[in-house]
C-alpha cells in the first residue's frame, strides 16, 4: 500500500483545518461560471438553484461574498 499527497495539498488541507485560508482569493471563474456569478447578483437565479451551483463549485460563493464585502 502507498500513499501519495502533495506538500501544497497537505498545506492547504492544515490551513483550512486551522481555519487560516479564509482571505485567500478563489481561483478564477471561466467565462460561463462568470456569467452564472453576474445573474445570481442581479436576482436572476433562485437561492435553491445557486444553492445547487454552489454544491458542484464552492468557489462561486466566495466569489459573492467578496463582491458583497467589497460593495
Known sequence: M????????LTR????????????APRPLDPEQSLLLECYLAGQIPESAWADYVFETP??????DIRRRHN
Open 2 to 9: 502507498s500513499i501519495h499527497f502533495t506538500v501544497s495539498g
Open 59 to 64: 468557489d462561486l460563493q466566495r466569489h459573492v
Open 13 to 24: 488541507n492544515l490551513f483550512h483545518s486551522l481555519g487560516l485560508d479564509h482571505e485567500w
